[in-house]
């Protein structure tokens, strides 16, 4: 008998056996996307653009030792059948973790040795890519380590799921193999990518109960220096799959943001509702050096975090649409602002993507508005609750006895139609009319709610969108120049091109389906149930599953036999997951 034996793991030695000593590679735990005019640490971590320590590393401009964020985080929470409160999230990592390294697993499996081969990042620029698609299959030529051990797929053996990273299949296979023409997928001129999982260990972070999900993220920018908003934006792209048998509803995403505009002391935060976004700004007329932190000067930038697309509306088989006053918005469940979604009144159905639907500041102190201290308080944060439990409220610091119910702290002027109220239209709300002093602003801005569907793969796409005057002084001289390529950056992410000629989906779609939709009809079943995945020629999994989220039955069917018999199956409704081995798609159906 051999045994491997961890050295992270002595228990797992037997002196009675035969050892084998496994002294596993420590590959990178970060990388910086630089190429353009920011310079970012991205760590195989949860929270990122800081050393982990207690330095930023979000540097802008690229080579002049100023950072505009200290770190940004993930969470997500939501509720079980039996109203229980899931939590995943982090700020600084303070009592310990609720994230790790690599895909979800069978929990047997998981153990330092998986933590060492996951916890890496893999970085990689569209030129290698061009370059080994050119080259693969000439003599001499050598895939980049980079290449060879891409993610793309995990050990079904281990219970990890069998396609992960999205790569280019050259002979259709379903194998990556990239001597063989197979490459990475990657989106923009240069990207990172990671892969984390939330069931891994107890959450000692937040101390509360994770999904069992995976989270697959990519940071990717563009080398397009000649459009400013490109040149000055970094991107982020959140795959979120439901590894469980779970259905979550009330099901919040939200990504926790600390800013640090040069010199961190005098920043102030706002939000614009119809941008999507929300932005640090400097409180003061001069940005200078302090605590060993180097200050922007008089010609003060301005940071935004910009939602651009969020997970996906609730199903209702309509094309929600998008209207421009707020109570028509609400009976239609539609936006009056296009920064609070995609895909509304698009003449598409169920394809409506949620925006920025919430925004909370909270303050760097353990009052009742300062940082969450508990998974309760995650959960309040993320459905626009304070830690006392009393809402949000407009005005002030938010923390009022009465007043308006407010979505949004700190909207400025953005918000007309009164959207975030309700309906009713508010006077101009800022920090500085409130009263409040300049300091070390941090705050998340929030999608949801939406149901989080068993094998479903949610998706958030942000955009950290810099902005600076050079010709113009002043606190608020950057704004209006990040706010223009705000503008411009979401116009192009709607028609996913560039002025350089890219594309945000990726450098080429995986299987050139992009366009696959799931059909299941009829709707409501008696006998058959028929399934059409457009452009796939693979054998399709399926789950389903009762409104209790009890698993009634799975398998997989060939694309020239796309139906499924369902005549012994009690009537009611029930949920089925598909896909492909490259999509998941989720849809509800009846059984009559």
Not at 2 to 7: A, F, K, L, S
């Amino acid at each position: 008998r051999y045994v491997i034996c961890d050295n992270g793991i002595p228990s797992l030695c037997d002196t009675g056996l035969v050892i084998i000593t496994v002294n596993y590679v420590q590959y990178p735990k970060f990388a910086q996307i630089d190429i353009n005019n920011i310079n970012a640490r991205i760590n195989c971590d949860a929270s990122l653009f800081w050393d982990l320590i207690g330095s930023p590393k979000f540097e802008v401009p690229k080579g002049e030792s100023t950072n505009s964020v200290f770190s940004s985080s993930l969470w997500i929470g939501g509720k079980d059948s039996n109203n229980g409160i899931h939590i995943s999230a982090t700020t600084f990592h303070g009592s310990g973790y609720d994230f790790w390294p690599g895909p979800i697993m069978d929990s047997i499996y998981y153990s330092n040795f998986q933590d060492s081969i996951w916890n890496k990042v893999w970085k990689i620029n569209k030129s290698e890519i061009d370059y080994h698609i050119a080259n693969w299959n000439k003599p001499g030529y050598i895939v980049p380590s980079e290449f060879s051990t891409w993610p793309a797929q995990g050990d079904t053996f281990l219970g990890q799921a069998k396609n992960l990273a999205p790569f280019f299949d050259n002979n259709l296979d379903g194998m990556y193999n990239p001597g063989e023409g197979d490459y990475p997928i990657i989106k923009g001129d240069q990207a990172i990518f990671f892969i984390l999982n939330d069931g891994r260990g107890p959450h000692t972070e937040t101390g509360g109960i994770g999904f069992q999900s995976e989270f697959q993220i990519m940071a990717y920018a563009f080398d397009c220096k000649s459009d400013s908003a490109l040149w000055n934006t970094l991107f982020l792209n959140y795959k979120i799959i439901n590894r469980s048998n779970n259905i979550y509803d009330s099901t919040y995403i939200g990504l926790f943001t600390d800013g640090h505009l040069g010199n961190p002391s005098d920043d102030y935060v706002g939000c614009n509702v119809q941008k999507g976004s929300f932005y640090f700004y400097n409180g003061d007329s001069i940005d200078e050096d302090s605590g060993g932190e180097k200050g922007y000067g008089s010609f003060i930038p301005s940071q935004s975090v910009t939602f651009l697309a969020g997970p996906k509306q609730d199903e209702d088989n309509t094309d929600n649409p998008l209207v421009f006053n707020y109570f028509s918005a609400v009976a239609n469940k539609g936006i009056p602002y296009n920064g609070l979604g995609t895909g509304y009144g698009d003449s598409m159905v169920d394809n409506e993507r949620l925006g920025l639907n919430f925004f909370r500041y909270f303050a760097n102190n353990n009052s009742v508005t300062g940082g969450p201290q508990s998974f309760l308080d995650y959960y309040k944060f993320l459905t626009g609750y304070w830690k006392d439990g009393t809402p949000l409220v407009y005005g002030g610091n938010g923390h009022l006895s009465g007043g308006v119910f407010a979505n949004y702290m700190f909207p400025e002027s953005s918000d007309p139609l009164g959207w975030g109220t309700g309906g009713a239209p508010q006077l101009k709300w800022d920090e500085l009319s409130s009263g409040n002093s300049p300091f070390d602003k941090r705050g998340v801005g929030v999608c949801g709610p939406f149901t989080f569907y068993p094998g479903a793969m949610q998706e958030l796409d942000v955009a950290f969108v810099f902005g600076r005057d050079y010709q113009t002084s002043g606190p608020m001289a950057g704004v209006s120049v990040m706010n223009q390529r705000i503008d411009a950056i979401r116009e192009m992410f709607s028609n996913d091109s560039t002025p350089c000629g890219e594309k945000f989906s990726s450098v080429q779609s995986f299987t050139n389906n992009s366009s696959s939709q799931l059909g299941v009809y009829p709707n409501p079943a008696q006998e058959k149930l028929w399934i059409f995945l457009t452009g796939s020629k693979k054998i399709i999994n399926y789950d389903i599953y009762d409104l209790t989220g009890r698993l009634i039955e799975n398998g997989n069917i060939d694309f020239r036999k796309q139906y499924i018999s369902i005549g012994d199956f009690s009537k009611g409704f029930y949920f089925i997951n598909v896909n492909d081995g490259d999509k998941f798609f989720a849809r509800k159906f009846i059984k009559n």
